[in-house]
């Protein structure tokens, strides 16, 4: 087996399995294995899940394997699920921070164990093994390589899942130079995040302008994915004095159009009332149209403008301050040591503060 090559591919897969995630997405699979896939995870015997991993990367890398046969020693169409274990497997969960068993999963079994009936008298949740044979077995008839991108997929979503539930200590922030903030900043935007990092970024800042200058704004932030007329708000940030909204301001990731700025001022520029609204847009993310469209409103009264994100956040940091970064800092922690905050965004956080600290 090509280790290096499945140690890479199980981490791109991962990638596009923690995006989809962040959208609220679950992965396609045979209904009928969702009870066995519950079982497995709901056993206490972490390995069995871990050998699930080790299986179907088995069965995609090399269909002649029989991958109930995890010793070299079993016969010609055995496979070494120890070395697939240790130089893929293990490094893959602790690198991710997947809940999982210290050592080899294999060292749960006794040696040369085959996953087959017999096996099951000497464990001790036999129901969890059952549900392993299962979807193994389940893996065996499958020869079509999307079926079994499938089953690694949804396997993966369950692990992320897992995650999820884990306790994640958040690395703080400690004081970096304005260059280093360019840096975080510019990786954290391009961290695939479902709008969450560029919104926090923002948010952040707005706080820190708030608190230096003593203002009494009230900064409202809406959830993600949640609709602006659900959360009576005009964007995905909207400051307000006593009842009036001084300004509103959308993050976005995409290119905007004309039929976007249309969109937004009948949607949300004339019904909430807003007389300066903002989108902050990464490098050459307008369309010019989307300029000369909102060059028409402004002559009508209303305030459409569009500001870099990467470029406005470092400009507002330099004036605000020590004081203005510390504040900036702060926030940036408590909101992504929030329990609501997806734990990979935490564990991407904490690799960009260590990767920060270690040049």
């Avoid at 040369?112 to 044979?133: I, P, Y």
């Avoid at 001084?246 to 905007?256: F, G, H, K, N």
């Amino acid at each position: 087996m090509d280790y290096q090559k499945l140690k890479t591919k199980l981490q791109q897969e991962l990638s596009i399995v923690e995006n989809e995630f962040l959208q609220g997405k679950t992965p396609e699979i045979e209904s009928t294995l969702i009870p066995s896939f519950d079982e497995v995870f709901r056993s206490r015997t972490q390995a069995y899940r871990e050998v699930l991993l080790g299986c179907v990367l088995a069965r995609i890398e090399d269909k002649a394997v029989d991958i109930h046969k995890p010793y070299m020693n079993q016969g010609p169409n055995a496979y070494n699920g120890r070395t697939l274990d240790e130089r893929v497997i293990n490094p893959f969960f602790q690198e991710n921070h997947i809940p999982s068993s210290r050592g080899p999963f294999l060292s749960t079994f006794r040696r040369s164990v085959a996953f087959e009936k017999s096996t099951r008298d000497g464990l001790r949740d036999k129901k969890g093994f059952d549900a392993l044979l299962l979807l193994i077995d389940y893996l065996t008839s499958k020869e079509d390589d999307e079926v079994l991108k499938k089953f690694l997929r949804y396997l993966l979503y369950r692990f992320v899942r897992l995650r999820e539930e884990a306790t994640i200590p958040i690395s703080r922030l400690q004081r970096i130079s304005l260059e280093q903030y360019r840096d975080l900043i510019n990786e954290l935007l391009n961290i695939p995040s479902g709008g969450r990092f560029p919104v926090l970024l923002i948010e952040a800042v707005f706080v820190a302008i708030k608190e230096i200058f003593n203002l009494s704004w009230k900064i409202d932030t809406q959830g993600i994915n949640v609709a602006d007329g659900a959360s009576g708000v005009g964007g995905d940030i909207s400051i307000k004095e006593e009842d009036k909204t001084l300004l509103a301001a959308e993050i976005t990731e995409r290119p905007v159009g004309k039929n976007r700025v249309v969109s937004t001022f009948n949607t949300k520029i004339i019904p909430y009332e807003i007389e300066d609204y903002l989108f902050f847009i990464k490098s050459s993310a307008v369309q010019d149209e989307a300029i000369y469209q909102a060059r028409q409103y402004f002559s009508q009264g209303h305030e459409i403008n569009f500001l870099e994100m990467k470029e406005w956040i470092l400009m507002v940091l330099a004036t605000l301050g020590k004081k203005g970064r510390a504040i900036f800092n702060r926030v940036l922690v408590e909101r992504i040591s929030d329990k609501d905050f997806p734990t990979g965004l935490k564990i991407a956080w904490n690799n960009q503060i260590a990767r920060l600290t270690s040049i």
